[in-house]
Every structure is written in structure tokens, then in C-alpha cells.
């Protein structure tokens, strides 16, 4: 069975940091590049950051450049997203997707992903 499992969202003060990690079962994430989107209430799901299959690759929001870093651990079937100085407007729905794409390229639109997370809520509140 095919699964993509988010994990690591919570309440966090401002400022503070959280690590969400993304883990695949039933297919390996090798031949995928991976999204992070996000959605908070009221608003339309958004592109945060993404990693090419080979992880040269990395892009991130204007939103969150300089604060969140992109990660990824083939061994362990898991995509990473580090989140630090979190701001409350970070506050969402944190979601991981997969798309079939090999190579050094990847993109933050929601459109063509193959398989996607059911999300973990980050909440930055003081």
C-alpha cells in the first residue's frame, strides 16, 4: 500500500523551530521530487519549498527563504523540512507531495504530483 505520512507539526512560539518530516512506504522516493505546501485557513493552498530527486536541486516561497531548509535522506524513504525563526503567519496545514521527476529540477506547483500527505498542523501562536 502506498502511503506519504507527514509528521512534526505542533504549537511553537514565535521564533521558535520545528523539523516536519515526510515518509514514504510502499514506493521509494528516489525517482520523485518533492513538494511542501501549506495551507492556512481561509487561503488557497501554497507551494513552500521543493528537492529534485537528486537533491541538487532546491526551491523555496519568498515567504520562507532564509528561515526554512529543504532536506532529503534517500536511505530513509524521508523528506525533511527544517522551519526555524516561525513566524505566526507560518500558521497551516503542512502538506508533502510526490512527483515522478528524475534529475536536478523541481517545482512548487500544485498541479502533477502523484501522491500527496494528508498534513500535519503547524500552529505559531505565543
Known amino acids: 500500500q502506498l502511503q506519504f505520512v507527514e509528521s512534526g507539526g505542533g504549537l511553537v512560539q514565535p521564533g521558535g523551530s520545528l523539523r516536519l518530516s515526510c515518509a514514504a512506504s510502499?514506493?521509494?522516493?528516489?525517482?520523485?521530487?518533492i513538494g511542501w505546501f501549506r495551507q492556512a485557513p481561509g487561503k488557497e493552498r501554497e507551494g513552500v519549498s521543493c528537492?529534485?530527486?537528486?537533491?541538487?536541486?532546491?526551491n523555496y516561497a519568498d515567504s520562507v527563504k532564509g528561515r526554512f531548509t529543504i532536506s532529503r535522506d534517500n536511505a530513509k524513504n524521508t523528506v525533511y523540512l527544517q522551519m526555524n525563526s516561525l513566524k505566526p503567519e507560518d500558521t497551516a496545514i503542512y502538506y508533502c507531495?510526490?512527483?515522478?521527476?528524475?534529475?536536478?529540477?523541481?517545482?512548487?506547483?500544485?498541479?502533477?504530483?502523484?501522491?500527496w500527505g494528508k498534513g500535519t498542523l503547524v500552529t505559531v501562536s505565543s
Open positions: 507531495a510526490a512527483e515522478r521527476r528524475t534529475g536536478n529540477n523541481c517545482h512548487r506547483k500544485i498541479y502533477g504530483m502523484d501522491y
Open positions: 510502499g514506493f521509494t522516493l528516489d525517482y520523485y521530487a
Open positions: 528537492i529534485s530527486s537528486s537533491g541538487v536541486g532546491t
